[in-house]
């Protein structure tokens, strides 16, 4: 639905705040200054937030506004200052209606123009609703609102507000949902109601009828809401003519929206005559609506017809039909239109056209005379209205007129049509009394109306003979048969007589035997002459009175032990007589709402006519095994048959309990009253009744009970309001089993208040308390540093086990570097201890420098776990910094050869070739030199056949020792011996140092030579 956008141009005119000439497309100032008798509303304008027109392209009026004083965009309009419902409306500059509203001046809320209001002024504006009071009107318009016609009528007129060139009464899906809901408004489904509706409408066939009172004669109006001219002609050529007024019909009781349940508030008017003279009297009454020159006709002709004029335009303007009331103004608008239009109302005399159609021409007939309309009531002295602006509506009312095809009431037609034009009655007054001038005079009458098959009813008549000779009444003829009289009229023809003047009473009894209409004339035959019947109307019906608006309650599915909520039978009795409801015995599983309470039983009870016995009913199960689809028989007084309401409903035990868990059982075995988390169960509790149930709380009974058990849901059962599950509704849970105590905890898990006291949800609930644990001493090994390569670092612990049997344990670590001696799968007995000893022996995979970790043991039978944590740290080697191959750069500082010496200068030891170190730890080293210096050149094919190379490098201080010996079986220096002491630098990746050599070999010759010196070592790239 669209979103009105409220207040997009609002002025409100007041002398603060006067729109300037900015904000008005013309006009002086938009300033209104209403006549006399007339006040100034402002009106709210609203418009589609997509509506291609704003505020200032519209003119707000009323039919008492000035066409001159219009200003486009003013919101403000002139209507008489009283309490009705007053049309206002809007229009574009082609003087089409965009909006349309209604104000009462007298109504302190703010005015608005909208959707809304046009959807709902719409459906007034027609004559259907003519004869409404401002009340009702008000009424309708509200109870409209929530009808789902109303809201499509609103769309409609929303969707072509918001079009390129609005023209509401030319949109065809408009006027469509228009029809559609001024169906739904008058619309009545049932059939018999709308049929009783009628009734009370045309109830009295002669709406006049006359009493003579000494020498009074009294003429009344029962119900006629036109006035009648009555003629009072005496058999001496005496007259006399008087009005006799109409009856104000105010329709005041709505049977939901729209439809008359009764026309309640008449007040009867009366004429009175002089009959002084002892002669006959002839009375004529005449509505207005015969064309015979009469006097008697002439008199209300005029006043009659004026009220319909009136009425039509009380649709726009409540205001105006209060105001133009009087006789003088009536009798004006009646002549304006019988001198126009005189053939329409002589056709509708004389039944040539329908009330309908009379209503359609009547407006056409105002809006092509609105001008001389406007000049009519001008000279009735109140507040003018504006021809132009009048026509604008009456257009639109044409065009609505069309769409609806004739009024569905007014009832001022109605009336005018449906009475006889002329009523006649004769008097005789030529005694002291005054006899109506029948031969034949009945009183009393036949209206029996809807009476139940089975139990008879009578009514009383009183025959008169008002003749100067005794009568013989031979026979009594009834519309069907089903009456019978008392006394009864002999059927041999010998008949009852009756003497002049005097009259008999007869017990008329109406004993319908079938459901029928028996309506018709009873009809009195005498041995007269002349004027020998008599004839009195019978409205009578034969009816099964007791009618049920349910045949079936059912209850769906309800708790054991619970109460449903309550479903209600109204009984209705459509007859005029009083009926007697019989005791209905007691329903097993159901019990019955009554003035006493709750009971098991109806107790007998009367139902006047017309008049509904609600009964409400509850379904209360005690079993979920009985079988409770029921019925009530309802009897009567009558030869009704009983009136049969099925029950149906199930009892079902209530809440519902699953154990989700695997197995579905509350069994949750041992548990170490150390743990720290316990055990846990998952369970569901649903509601598949069709009420709600409540959850007030869980009970662990017996030994179960003792703080052990705790369930997800104990914080919610703690507030007051417990847990509501709706039905169909369901929730998970979980029960924890968290013991303290080494003993069981067997008992019953009970959810208390399921809505079955008597049978609550218990389930066996199984636990025990134990001490479980694998004991380990020390719970943290500390393997200090090792260097890799090294001797691994070694540490023990103890497992101790005190799981209470015999147990299967498996040993892991988490870290490669850490092993131990355990063999997985290995039993230790209950109360056995082993010692486990683990290594940590780190390798060139080893990364972090500090390890930190657990080693797991676990118990593959009772899936417990230990843990020992343990920390170690790894030392970094001498080829983790010192790898690779290293060019030497000698300064010999001194040297000290033998004199036997072949080179006593240590020549050898200041050659600037590029020695090569190779440092490979304690390895052999074959056709090679390992470490010092290439000796190739001068070793005549000597090997070394056996070295020492110890490269170490602390990380504390950067330092670099290197220890090399070697051994050849040559001739040449056969022990070689080299020390080095350095520092290394990482940002020039060199080592510097003192190195001292020793060199012996030479054989006999016993060469030696030592040298020390300096040595810078630089990584080959």
Known sequence: MKKLVSLLFVLVFTSACIPTDDEVDDGPSGIITPQEGNIVINIEIELPSDAKLTPSDLIVSSIFSDESQQTSGNTAVEIIDNDGLELTFATDRDDNIVLLGFV???????????????????LLMHPWAMDLTTELKLQLIEE??????????RNEIESEISSENVDLFNNQALLVSLVDLMDAVVSNDDIEKQANTAKKIDEVKKPLSINANGNVLTVTNIDNSMAYGIKLLGADGSSEIKALPDVDKNLFALDQIGRIVTLQGFRPTEQSFDITNNQEYSIIAKNGLLFDGSAENNIVRSKNAGKIVLSLLGIISSSIKDAFSNDECLNALGQFAFGNVSDVFKSL???????????????????????????????????LIKSERLKTILKAMVKIEEVFNGAEFGLLVLDWV????????????????????????????????????GKPQSRVITIRNNTANLFKILEFNFPKEDFKSEPEIPTDGSGIDLEKGSSLEFTITFHPESEDDFSG????????????????????????????????????????????????????????VEIVLSEVPPIEGYTFDTSSGEETSIPEQSIAPDDTVSIGVKFKPTSEFEDYNKSISFKTDTDQEDIIVNLRGDGIKGLVLEVLSTPNNLDFGKVDINSETGERKSLRLSNPTDISLDINGFIFTQEADGGSYTTSLDNELDNPSGITLASGESREFTITFKPDEIRSYNGEFVVDNTGSPNEPIRIP??????????SVDPDFLDFGEVEVGSAPSTRTFTITNNLGETTTLNIQSNRPEITTDWINGTELANGQSRTVTVQFNPDSSTTDNIIKGTIEIKNTNLDELAKVNYEAKKKENNLNILEGNWLPEWTVLTCEPTPTSNDTQCINHQNPRPYIFIPLANANCAGEVCGIMDFNNIRNGNSDTQVINEWSYDDNDNSVTINIRSRSNGFFFTDRTFIFNGTYNEGANTIIGSYESEYIGGGSAGWKNKATGTLTLRKEQ
């Not at 609930?765 to 694998?774: A, T």
């Open 349 to 383: 005399s004389e039944n040539q056209i329908s009330s309908e159609d009379f209503l359609s021409k009547m407006t056409i007939f105002l809006l092509n005379k609105a001008k001389d309309a406007e000049g009519v009531l001008e000279k009735c002295g109140q507040p």
């Open 104 to 122: 009462n001046p007298k109504d302190p809320v703010s005015h608005k123009m909208n959707s809304t209001t046009t959807a709902q002024v719409l």
């Open 418 to 453: 449906r009475y006889p034009n002329q009523i006649e009655f004769c008097l005789d007054k030529s005694s002291g009394d005054a006899l109506r001038c029948d031969a034949i005079s009945i009183s009393g009458d036949l209206i029996f109306n809807r009476i139940p098959i």
């Open 765 to 774: 609930i199984l636990g025990e308390g134990v001490s479980k644990e694998l």
């Open 521 to 576: 004339i009873f009809e009195v035959i005498t041995d007269l002459s002349e004027n020998g019947k008599a004839t009195v109307e019978v409205d009578a019906k034969g009816v099964f009175p007791l009618k049920s608006d349910a045949t079936e309650l059912d209850f769906g599915n309800i708790a054991v032990d619970e109460s449903s909520e309550t479903k209600t039978i109204t009984l209705t009795n459509e007859s005029d």
């Open 144 to 153: 409209v609102l929530s009808m789902p016609e109303y809201e499509l009528l």
